[in-house]
């Protein structure tokens, strides 16, 4: 099946510094790579995703690559600010079922 | 609008005793239902998923099960539980048009004692 890895596990990054946090996946037939934000205590909402027909793709202040031939992709924050910080998940899917990686914890220090 | 909606928001268990969570879906129709499993500084590990009335897909051998007798409801049990199946637990539903994002429920923290 799908494995997922991602990296770093945690991420402390001074205010209006940018994050990126990486993720690589094993099956190639992955087509579907979203990413989630869970804050304490709360569910996971997502902030940005990409299909494998797409290099990168931005939303304000958050963009996302992927790499098909390397079988990696990554999310980049940039201009962060405290309300960032939360625990990041990637995942890979394909038919409607996701893999997620084990999350990245990111503070933003003010 | 859709919603999900999972419940109860904590529950505490003796080892041993039996689990039911369940989780309803409004809004829309034949959702892809999930039931997903997150440990302490870990990752979502997906439990079981089901495409339809009945149709329980399971991805990790274990103690629990999954059943899904309405097109919005999916119920997750145990007959016993163990003090390993304490975790935060979430339901989620996709459209069933694939590749699109995952709507998380409030989740559930389980712990077994």
């Known amino acids: 099946g799908e494995n997922v890895e991602q990296h770093p596990s945690t991420l402390s990054v001074q205010e209006g510094d940018s994050a990126v946090i990486k993720c690589t996946y094993s099956?190639?037939?992955?087509?579907?790579f979203p990413w989630y934000k869970q804050e304490l205590g709360k569910r996971p909402q997502l902030i940005i995703d990409?299909?494998?027909?797409?290099g990168e793709k931005k939303d304000q202040r958050i963009a996302v690559t992927l790499n098909k031939t390397a079988k990696h992709f990554s999310l980049h924050i940039t201009e962060t600010q405290p309300e960032d910080s939360a625990v990041y998940f990637c995942?890979?899917?394909?038919?409607?079922?996701?893999?997620f990686g084990d999350g990245t914890t990111l503070t933003v220090k003010p | 609008s859709q919603t999900i909606h999972q419940w109860p928001a904590t529950l505490v268990q003796p080892v041993g005793s039996p689990l039911s969570l369940e989780c309803t879906v409004e809004?829309?129709?034949?959702?892809?239902l999930y039931w997903y499993r997150q440990a302490a500084g870990r990752g979502l590990q997906l439990l079981f998923y089901?495409?339809?009335?009945?149709?329980i897909s399971s991805e990790v051998p274990q103690n629990l099960s999954a059943s899904r007798p309405q097109d919005r409801q999916f119920i997750l049990s145990s007959k016993k539980l163990l003090l390993s199946d304490s975790g935060f637990y979430l339901c989620?539903?996709?459209?069933?048009?694939?590749?699109?994002?995952?709507?998380f429920g409030q989740g559930t923290r389980l712990t077994v004692v």
């Open positions: 989620a539903w996709r459209s069933f048009l694939m590749n699109t994002e995952a709507f």
């Open positions: 099956d190639s037939a992955s087509n579907y």
């Open positions: 990409i299909r494998s027909n797409v």
């Open positions: 995942a890979a899917g394909k038919g409607g079922k996701s893999t």
């Open positions: 809004g829309t129709s034949n959702p892809n």
């Open positions: 089901s495409v339809g009335i009945g149709q």
